[in-house]
């Protein structure tokens, strides 16, 4: 049995299914934001300002290049591939169908985490916002067991009954959920230019001083945690990772070989100037050693320094909204890689299946939204959203590898956009990606063995018996 068998871009497009075409240039780009602007600001400055102190910005900044690069590269595959998939499908084009198999069984773990991670941040602001209001819901069931110290938690209510309200909403129709995510991000966006307006004023540029405190990577006496610009900019890359959900969205995309490129490159671009702007504004207001008192909700704790209550009010629901669209690009993606993964064969007929109506694939939502739920709603999430970066920078450095591959096997593929300096810009890209895997602390390491063992196991013993390529005149995928 050949592993490591290739599908062009013909064979790929010819199998793809039709979806309904309806995002643009704009709403592809709103998607990006949606995802990338949210736990970023409201939740991980906190920890990343520890980490790094006020030379958080230039982490932001590190973890943007290194995003910026593979977004080139994606922008490149996604105009030459333009199907479902993301970096799945690409992998299964440039290195064939072992690898791509283990890319999407990745994706799955990064999208799932980073939803059910997003949610438990999302609880904690909505529970605040109802306390703004006199409600006080039972403290048993704002956060999974052991999510917070010296506090008795069992589940997580808010988060949980959020993230089914969202594949609601994203099995009822991409026109449904493109309309819903355009408007949230437009909120979202005003209310964080409404608090750059406000708060800038209260900046002090003595809290800049020192301004790294831990120089680019160090530790502290007797700790084996990693300090400094480099650690920090492997903590915040998890603001950035959603832009390449973009991709997924290809065959619900209005001429994909200009838009999706765009899309992809303008989102990085506006959340990377926001995400600069706001880290200084913050760490300008407060002097970075004071964020460890309130390390969950760092945008919360400006607010209180600068004394403008009424301004918290506004900042919780904008949060909310925030943390919204990135949940909802999140299990978007995942629910297009399962598509995409159950049409070519590795993943079981059910999660493949098209809605008639809707012509969304219901069934696969669905079951990986309440698997999303449930790891939300009952475990603590803590320990484990570094696996979403590491999983996620490896994809990166496949998608990379796949252009310079792609330039040398086939230069004569038609391309609506080309990746500029290959091979340098790729090169780069896998660089900056090791740079922040090595940032990641060992039990990451292990943990993403784990999953990536039990991803072999799983295409060795149902993956590769089923795959459509050892029937290609079968179709896998019927609507029902």
Not at 452 to 468: C, E, I, M, N, P
Request: aromatic content about 14%; overall charge positive.
């Amino acid at each position: 049995m050949e592993y490591f068998r290739k599908k062009s871009v013909k064979e790929l497009v010819e199998q793809s299914t039709p979806l309904r075409r309806s995002m643009r240039t704009l709403d592809l780009t709103l998607l990006g934001i949606g995802a990338i602007i949210g736990t970023g600001i409201f939740v991980l400055t906190g920890k990343g300002a520890l980490t790094a102190g006020p030379a958080l910005s230039v982490s932001f900044v590190l973890a943007a290049v290194c995003c910026g690069f593979a977004g080139l590269c994606y922008a490149e595959f996604a105009s030459m591939a333009p199907v479902s998939g993301s970096a799945y499908t690409y992998s299964y084009i440039a290195f064939g169908e072992l690898v791509a198999f283990v890319i999407g069984w990745d994706l799955i773990l990064e999208y799932a985490l980073q939803a059910a991670t997003v949610s438990a941040g999302w609880s904690g602001y909505f529970t605040k916002l109802l306390q703004g209001f006199g409600i006080d819901l039972p403290v048993q069931l704002t956060a999974a067991y052991g999510t917070t110290p010296g506090v008795t938690t069992y589940f997580n209510l808010p988060g949980f009954v959020v993230v089914l309200l969202i594949t609601w909403l994203l099995s009822v129709g991409i026109n449904q959920t493109r309309r819903a995510n355009d408007i949230m991000v437009g909120v979202k966006l005003a209310v964080i230019v409404l608090f750059i307006v406000c708060v800038v004023w209260y900046v002090k540029p003595s809290n800049w001083q020192p301004f790294s405190p831990y120089g680019w990577y160090s530790f502290k006496q007797n700790s084996t945690v990693p300090m400094g610009i480099i650690p920090a900019a492997s903590i915040v890359f998890f603001s950035f990772i959603g832009f390449d959900a973009v991709s997924s969205s290809a065959e619900e995309t209005i001429e994909p070989r200009k838009t999706l490129p765009r899309g992809i490159l303008l989102s990085l671009a506006v959340s990377t100037v926001l995400y600069i702007v706001m880290t200084l504004i913050m760490t300008g207001v407060v002097k970075y050693p004071e964020f460890a008192a309130f390390i969950d909700a760092p945008v919360a704790g400006v607010i209180v320094k600068t004394g403008m209550n009424w301004l918290a009010l506004i900042v919780d629901f904008g949060a909310l909204i925030g943390m919204t669209t990135v949940m909802l690009v999140q299990l978007y993606g995942q629910s297009r890689i399962c598509y995409s993964m159950s049409r070519d064969g590795l993943f079981p007929k059910f999660f493949g299946e098209i809605h008639p109506k809707y012509r969304t694939p219901v069934k696969g939502t669905w079951f990986f939204g309440i698997l999303t739920a449930i790891a939300g709603g009952f475990i603590n999430i803590n320990v484990l959203f570094e696996l979403v970066n590491i999983g996620t920078l490896s994809a990166f450095i496949i998608v990379a590898a796949g252009i310079i591959w792609m330039r040398h096997k086939h230069p004569e593929m038609q391309r609506g956009f080309k990746t500029p300096g290959v091979p340098f810009t790729p090169l780069i890209a896998i660089v900056f990606c090791g740079v922040l895997i090595a940032g990641l602390n060992w039990q990451t390491w292990v943990r993403f063995a784990v999953w990536f063992v039990l991803g072999l196991a799983v295409y060795f013993l149902y993956g590769a018996r089923h795959s459509t390529m050892n029937k290609p005149s079968e179709s896998t995928i019927t609507a029902h």
